[in-house]
Each structure stands twice: as C-alpha cells, then as structure tokens.
C-alpha cells in the first residue's frame, strides 16, 4: 500500500478533529488520518505497521512520547519553551493547517528532493469495484474474495467489504472493530469526512483491508439504494484504489450491487450439480439484467493446489 499514515493526538479533541479533516480533505495527499486524545489511544487505531507522522500535543510528558514508535514525530509547541527529545521538532501549535503541512514537508523532505514520499503526484483516480459471487459454496467463495484482496494488494491499496453472511475474519483470529453496519450508519449522516471514519472501522490484514459483514438479519433489509450510496461514498471519499466487494445470497437488488461491479468474479467447483445451479443463476441473471450483467461474470474454476 502506497499511502502513508498521519497521528494527531492531542487534549484538545476539537484541535485535533479540524486539522484532521483539514489534512484529510486535500485529496492530493496520500494520507490515511487517525485522531486520539491520550497516547495511550494510540495502540487501539489499527494502524498497520509503524507511524509515518505523528503530531502529538506537548502537555504528554517526554517519557510517554518517546514510548510511541513514529518514522517522524513533531510536538506541537505554544510558549517555545518546551522541552524535545533528540528525536523530535517542535511545531507551533496554532497557525494554519497548511503552515503545519508545509513545515512537515519541508523538515522531512525537501531537503532530499523526494516531494512525492509526503505529497502524491497525481491525484487520485476513482476506485475500481470488483464483485464476487455464487450461488453454491459461499464459504470457498467468501475464501477466494480474501485471496483476491491478498493478491491485489502488493499493487494497490485494496477494501474489502463483505456482504456474506457468516464471512467473518474471526475464523482466522481477526477481531474486527466494527461491521458494514457502522460504515451505513456513517453513510446516512452529513458532515462527516470519510478519510477520517473509515480507518476506525476496518481491520487491516496481510495485502489489504477488510470491513466484516452486518448480521445475517440486517443483510436482506437494506435497500439496494443504500448499497449503492454506501460503495459510492467510498469510492469518493478514501484512498482505495481497489474495491472488493464479497456478495452473499440474499441481499434486496442484487442485481443493482453486481452492476457496480466493473467485473464479477464467480468462482466454482466443476462438479456437474454445481454447474447446473450456476447456469441457472446465470441464465436468471441475464433474465433481470439490461445485458451487460452478464458480460461481467468470470467464471473462475476452483482447485486444491
């Protein structure tokens, strides 16, 4: 994954939300953004290997932030007069959030050179949503989904999301913080920036991150208008550049949530009663689409090896 990561901890938890919408509003960064307010929160953010940034407020005391590993840490200074470890710069804290990232910018890199490492150089292109769907064995179809977010991941920055009742990422051991039900809620309220809601949410595993389905009994009461504004407002609103999404039997639409898929990946065994029910369905398919649902289905045989 590309993107680097960017903590802001600080007491003043308003202080701290704006200048991480602030950072997380210019799209040109490639910046996932966590705020907390004790460094003891650090810990429980999900992030995914070691800080990038990390922004935190003097009034912790050296010894607390020093215990936090971060490739660049900045404290954020009011009278000039606070003490800094060897390993950190001091930032005034109350001047312009782009003072701030310029600052940033400059200590870590202009000196070599490198202004892409901090600022992407090319904006960001719209994510590319990949569905995965059958009608037989979702258990191995809900494994090759996981499989095909591992793979796409050493390329680009992948999201999972899974529609599939009883997919869950606890059976490898994974404990989730959250389900696609927190991601809708989300979706339903205004003034929220998702660059800053969405790292919550998910857990981030080898190659890509996951978002763990609702319960079973919630699956086939939405909409199928609320899983479009739900894709769509991740496309929009995050850094992901794959999207992929692991369809369950069941959901309202279904043929609305395949058609936000720029492919569809069906995976099966070939034994010939799973063939039949695959046939039919995709016959079905065909029957209730506008055509082009069926141009996007890849049958993908599954094997042992």
Known sequence: ???????????????????????????????????????????????????????????????????????AKFV?????TEVLAADEKGIFKYQSGEQILEIIFTEEHAAKGTRGLFFDSKSKTE???????????????S????????????????LLISLQAYASMRQLGV?????????????????????TYLPM??????????????????LGRIPPEIWVAMVGEVIRGSLYEQIVLDIGEGLQGLTAILGLCEKVYLPYRPQ??????????????SFLGDGSLAQ??????????
């Open 143 to 158: 494994r090759y989904a996981q499989s095909l977010g591992k793979d796409l991941g050493r390329n680009a920055n992948v």
């Open 76 to 80: 954020f200074t009011v009278t000039g």
């Open 201 to 218: 949410l998910i857990s981030r595993l080898e190659g890509f991150d996951y978002l763990e389905p609702p319960l079973k009994e919630d």
């Open 1 to 71: 994954m590309y993107y680097k990561n960017i903590v802001i901890c600080d007491t003043e938890v308003a202080y701290a939300k704006a200048l991480g919408r602030f950072i997380s509003e210019r799209k040109e960064l490639a910046l996932q953004v966590f705020v907390c307010d004790h460094p003891r929160e650090i810990e429980n953010l999900e992030i995914n290997g070691e800080i990038d940034y990390l922004l935190i407020a003097s009034q912790f005391d050296e010894i607390s932030r020093t215990q936090i590993k971060a490739k």
């Open 175 to 195: 404990e989730s913080p959250a389900t696609v039900a927190d991601l809708l809620y989300f979706v339903e309220q205004e003034g929220q920036d998702m660059r």
């Open 296 to 305: 996007k289905i890849e049958l993908k045989e599954l094997t042992d090896e």
């Open 127 to 141: 994510a590319t949503v990949i569905g995965v769907f059958s009608p037989v064995n979702p258990v191995e179809k």
């Open 272 to 285: 010939q009663e799973y063939r039949e029910i695959i046939d039919r369905c995709l016959a079905e398919l």
